[in-house]
């Protein structure tokens, strides 16, 4: 059974809807699909949200074309629709949605922005990925930009735009510069953060509408927490410094 608190909690995140996608602000901390936890995803939420605003009978159809983990927040889309599943997968594959990240990190990066290219691979009973220089058997290329946007008196925000989409990707490649992401235990943060949550937001998804043919430009607000909120106010909601280069 649904519960309203659920279904209302997730109408405050809505950050973009038709009759074919949504999309949906994540909160850190929660799951977007079930996982061995047992605890209720984003993605059963969401179908709850759709039956009972529409009231709809029976299952309600929801598809997943992308995922976050667990500790990061920000933008998810959801196919309301069979035909928006497939094209938007199709997307993904061809890397026709643009994804803008922010990352806050302790140490500045060498370089005030940059392209990273490394060769990724896997280690799936760790759930960690190893991001290296040189090819390697079994990995794979990784591509990322970031720029500095902004700095605190301890912090430094980075906006990353993702080229490809591996495995903790961002996370990993940011290791390797020691810009571990804030709160990040698993790639060198020193400390935690006291919610479980890492610094990682995704801000911002751009693609062409897949069935409409419309430009769709979502945009996620930072979580609120006083660090987070110190970077938001710097910045209009929309502001996305590589995506106009």
């Known amino acids: 059974m649904y519960r309203m608190d659920n279904v209302n909690y997730i109408s405050q995140r809505v950050l973009y809807e038709d009759n074919h996608l949504l999309v949906i602000n994540k909160m850190a901390g929660e799951i977007v699909q079930g996982d061995r936890t047992g605890d209720k995803p984003l993605l059963e939420k969401v179908k709850d949200y759709i039956k009972v605003k529409y009231n709809k009978p029976g299952k309600v159809f929801l598809g997943l074309p992308h995922r976050l983990d667990q500790p990061v927040s ?43 290219v490394h060769y990724m691979s896997r280690n799936r009973e760790k759930n960690k990925s190893y991001a290296f220089n040189q090819e390697r058997k079994n990995t794979t290329r990784a591509e990322l930009q970031y720029q500095i946007l902004a700095e605190s008196d301890n912090y430094y925000l980075l906006e990353i735009k993702l080229i490809t989409g591996r495995h903790h990707q961002i996370r990993s490649q940011l290791s390797v510069l020691d810009c571990p992401i804030k709160g990040d235990l698993k790639y060198g943060a020193p400390r935690p953060n006291p919610d479980a949550s890492i610094h990682l937001h995704a801000r911002n998804v751009c693609f062409i509408h897949p069935v409409s043919g419309k430009v769709t430009d979502v945009f996620a607000p930072a979580p609120d927490e006083p660090l987070w909120q110190y970077f938001e106010n710097l910045f209009p909601l929309t502001t996305v410094g590589i995506l106009d280069e």
């Not at 497939?86 to 806050?104: F, G, P, Q, S």
């Open 74 to 116: 920000g933008a998810v889309i959801f196919a309301r629709t069979s035909k928006a599943l497939a094209r938007l997968n199709t997307m993904i594959h061809d890397r026709e949605i643009t994804k803008i990240y922010w990352a806050v990190v302790k140490n500045r990066p060498p370089k005030d922005q940059d392209t990273l």
